[in-house]
Nanobody
Framework: QVQLVESGGGSVQAGGSLRLSCVVS????????MGWFRQAPGKEREGVAF???????NYADSVKGRFTISRDNNKNTLSLQMNSLKPEDSAMYYC???????????????????WGQGTEVTVSS
């Protein structure tokens, strides 16, 4: 089993920055693809950023150039640096892990068996 615990959410004004962290424990060898999803009220969960074991990354168009995902396999942590935040970035952010690197290229919610509890991000205008 794999456990994921997020931290770092909060409230910030538009243009500000936040850094989300996710600590991974358990069978971490299973976490080849790791990433962040987000879900705003009344909307579907959407992929934000993903990174595989080779450190290849994939970003949603809406966050490219503003967000940076990174992972430290030695410390079993995943991070998301979010800069130039916009009100539309407000959502619950979830850390997730999948068995295959493939899902970093074509992320699908159903293919990520491991999820954190979420951390809330609120960006005010």
């Amino acid at each position: 089993q794999v456990q994921l615990v997020e931290s770092g959410g909060g409230s910030v004004q538009a243009g500000g920055s936040l850094r989300l962290s996710c600590v991974v424990s358990g069978y971490t060898y299973s976490t080849r693809c790791m990433g962040w999803f987000r879900q705003a009220p009344g909307k579907e969960r959407e992929g934000v950023a993903f990174i595989d074991n080779a450190a290849s990354t994939n970003y949603a168009d809406s966050v490219k150039g503003r967000f940076t995902i990174s992972r430290d396999n030695n410390k079993n942590t995943l991070s998301l640096q979010m800069n130039s935040l916009k009100p539309e970035d407000s959502a619950m952010y979830y850390c997730a892990a999948a068995f295959s690197d493939y899902w970093c290229v074509s992320p699908a919610v159903a293919e990520f068996p491991f999820w954190g509890q979420g951390t809330e991000v609120t960006v005010s205008s």
